[in-house]
């Protein structure tokens, strides 16, 4: 699938990166945090790649975070976003919904900025009021300096 120009993330794949060292063993585990209103916990294996859960409690009903995760364009709501490239509905049924979303971020480190696209299935289930859903998927991950993954049985990322 293409994105159209306009709302597309840019790419230029000219630069040549070189590969990310293995991570220190002592980077492995889980971390956790509780404080006030959020209680966080970090895991990873062997690797870079790390499984996030966040359980915290918003002053809001569940129906207007779960909007805000759902919007169309929610990239104002999250710093690391700074763009939704497109969105397919890839399936749609009432109160269910399954949306291949391209996320575009940028990252800074001294003078050199690289903008890295994300692309995810999100899943928005609002059958059940009382249990409303968001799934995030990663399909794959692109950035300009030409690294590319590809990851497709990650599992779910983030639920809320």
């Not at 006030?36 to 809001?60: P, Q």
């Not at 909007?67 to 497109?86: Q, S």
């Not at 949306?99 to 940028?106: A, F, L, S």
Request: hydrophobic share 35%.
């Amino acid at each position: 699938m293409s994105p159209s120009a306009r709302n597309s993330c840019s790419e230029d794949d000219s630069v040549s990166v070189l590969p990310l060292p293995e991570l220190p063993a002592s980077q492995q585990g889980t971390s956790s945090i509780s404080k006030g209103n959020y209680k966080a916990s970090v895991s990873n294996a062997a690797g870079y790649l790390c499984h996030i859960e966040l359980e915290c409690d918003f002053d809001v009903t569940p129906q207007v975070v779960f909007d805000i995760f759902c919007h169309p364009d929610n990239a104002g709501a999250f710093r690391d976003i700074k763009m939704v490239g497109y969105r397919k509905v890839k399936s749609q049924e009432p109160g269910y919904k399954v949306v291949e979303v391209e996320q575009c971020g940028e990252l800074r480190v001294l003078w050199i900025s690289r903008i890295f696209r994300t692309y995810l299935d999100v899943t928005e289930d609002s059958r059940d009021p009382e249990c409303l859903k968001t799934d995030f998927k990663l399909l794959r991950s692109v950035s300009n300096m030409g690294l590319g993954v590809s990851n497709s049985d990650l599992g779910v990322l983030g639920r809320l």
